[in-house]
Nanobody, 115 residues
Framework: QVQLVESGGGLVQAGGSLRLSCAVSGIIFRITRMGWYRQAPGKQRELVASISSGGSTNYVDSVKGRFTISGDNAKNTMYLQMNSLKFEDTAVYYC?????????WGQGTQVTVSS
């Protein structure tokens, strides 16, 4: 079992920055990949960024150059640094972890960007 708890969401003006955190607990040594997803009202959940256990990262085109995914193994925490935020980044952001083919989710954190 893996437990995920997100934090760091909030209201920010366009052009501003936020850093999301995802605290990980449980059987973490079996996690092979983690990621951040988001879901805006009326839209499907989409993968924003992911990071493998080896450290390789991937980003959706719309956030490349603005968002950075990283992890701190000592703190069992994953981060998403979001810079130059746009109105269209407004969504609920979810932390995800994959362990032995099973997917785990956090409860989500709201990010609202005012234009």
């Amino acid at each position: 079992q893996v437990q995920l708890v997100e934090s760091g969401g909030g209201l920010v003006q366009a052009g501003g920055s936020l850093r999301l955190s995802c605290a990980v607990s449980g059987i973490i040594f079996r996690i092979t990949r983690m990621g951040w997803y988001r879901q805006a009202p009326g839209k499907q959940r989409e993968l924003v960024a992911s990071i493998s256990s080896g450290g390789s990262t991937n980003y959706v085109d719309s956030v490349k150059g603005r968002f950075t995914i990283s992890g701190d193994n000592a703190k069992n925490t994953m981060y998403l640094q979001m810079n130059s935020l746009k109105f269209e980044d407004t969504a609920v952001y979810y932390c995800n972890a994959v362990s032995f083919g099973q997917s785990y989710w956090g409860q989500g954190t709201q990010v609202t960007v005012s234009s």
